[in-house]
Every structure is written in C-alpha cells, then in structure tokens.
C-alpha cells in the first residue's frame, strides 16, 4: 500500500515552470518524517533530487537543480512542493516522493523507506 502520493507532473517547455505535490495517504502524515524528491529517467538510476527535514526546515538540493528548484512544506495541508522552474530537457524523468524518520545522506534513494508512485515530468518544446 503507497503511503504517499504525487501530482503535478505533465509536459512543460525549456524555461517553463512545474509545481510538483506530495501528499500523504490513508492518514499518514508527512509531518513527522524527512521527506525527499527523486527523479528516474530512461535508462538511468533514480536520482535524489531535494529533501526537507522534519525537524527544522533543514533543505537540500543536488547540485544540478540549485537555484531552479524550491522544496517546501505546507503544514496546514501536510503537504511537500517541488517548485520547479528554468526546466531543462535533462530535468525529465518520473518524479517520486519519499518519505523517511532521519537520513543520514538526504539524497540517497536507500535511505527512504516510503516511497509514491511518482509523477511523469517532461520537459521539450
């Protein structure tokens, strides 16, 4: 049973914005866990993409999305966003949440224990 769930994914152009969610299922609350975005294009390994800790707002980001993308929570709504924007053609891929108590290396697939369906992002004009 998925504990989590994406959305917000679709077809955008080079230089456009995306919003991904992640949203919790059947009552399980992101709150209390480190929550983290990945991406798997054809052919490749999944790949952490950002994370946001539970404790104190703590964010990281691999290095080939700094300063285009923006994680976030929403409390109110037990909610994590992906704010993607300047998207590149390198930025396709199928987009998963994940959701762990602590990582210690933040952008490790290993480190997650609850994983999404994922999100189909795709970027070309």
């Known amino acids: 049973q998925l504990q989590l769930v994406e959305s917000g994914g679709g077809l955008v152009q080079p230089g456009g914005s995306l919003t991904l969610s992640c949203a919790g299922a059947?009552?399980?609350?992101?709150?209390?866990?480190?929550i983290g975005w990945f991406r798997q294009a054809p052919g490749k390994e999944r790949e952490g993409v950002s994370c946001?800790?539970?404790?104190?707002?703590?964010?990281f980001y691999a290095d080939s999305v700094k300063g285009r993308f923006t994680i976030s929570r929403d409390n109110t709504n037990h909610t994590v966003h992906l704010q993607m924007n300047s998207l590149k053609p390198e930025d396709t891929g199928h987009y998963y949440c994940?959701?762990?108590?602590?990582?210690?290396?933040?952008?490790?697939?290993?480190?997650?224990?609850?994983w999404g369906q994922g999100t189909q992002v795709t970027v070309s004009s």
């Open positions: 994940a959701a762990t108590i602590v990582a210690a290396r933040p952008l490790l697939p290993d480190e997650y224990d609850y």
């Open positions: 059947s009552g399980f609350d992101l709150d209390y866990y480190e």
């Open positions: 946001i800790s539970s404790s104190d707002g703590r964010t």
